[in-house]
């Protein structure tokens, strides 16, 4: 079984057509929507850089492989508020040069790049549930796919009790 790279291949192709576009096109005029993408470029790269580490610590990963090569199931750290905290941080990547740039074609391929990372975060879960079988269902079950606002609340409320 082989993880599908069809639908990330295009959002990572339509990424880097935003990125070049913001960098030909420049800065939007709007400060306020400026400063709120530099917020989402923060965001992204917290849900983007943990998961490498974060994998490689706790997915049982046999030697020689690397972080996408995971045994189990791993649910400690941001993996307790996502399921797809890498993914997450590349769609607030596709959020950050469209705020920066806030020009019609960057919007198109943000949108466009969000929605193919979307379509392969289905596709991820589908290959998940089918390795991993009942482990990761139970997790489903736990955890939301992309709301960190539901995953935080979820976890604080678990702690607490």
């Not at 929507?33 to 706790?58: D, S, T, V, W």
């Not at 972080?67 to 941080?89: C, M």
């Not at 079988?133 to 009790?161: C, H, I, K, W």
């Amino acid at each position: 079984m082989t993880k599908p790279y069809g639908r990330f291949f295009i959002a990572a192709i339509l990424t880097g057509a935003l990125i070049g576009t913001t960098l030909l096109l420049g800065s939007g005029d709007s400060r306020p929507l400026r400063m709120l993408g530099a917020f989402f470029a923060l965001l992204a790269l917290g849900f983007f850089i943990p998961p490498f580490f974060i994998l490689r610590k706790y997915g049982e990963i046999k030697e020689g492989e690397t972080f996408l090569d995971t045994q189990v199931v791993v649910k400690a750290g941001i993996y307790q508020i996502v399921r797809h905290p890498q993914y997450l941080g590349y769609i607030f990547l596709t959020f950050t040069f469209m705020l920066l740039s806030q020009h019609w074609l960057t919007t198109l391929f943000g949108v466009g790049a969000a929605l193919f990372f979307y379509l392969h975060i289905l596709q991820e879960e589908e290959y998940c549930l089918a390795r991993f079988g009942n482990d990761y269902r139970e997790y489903m079950q736990l955890v939301p796919r992309l709301n960190v606002v539901s995953g935080v609340f979820r976890l604080l409320t678990a702690l607490m009790q």
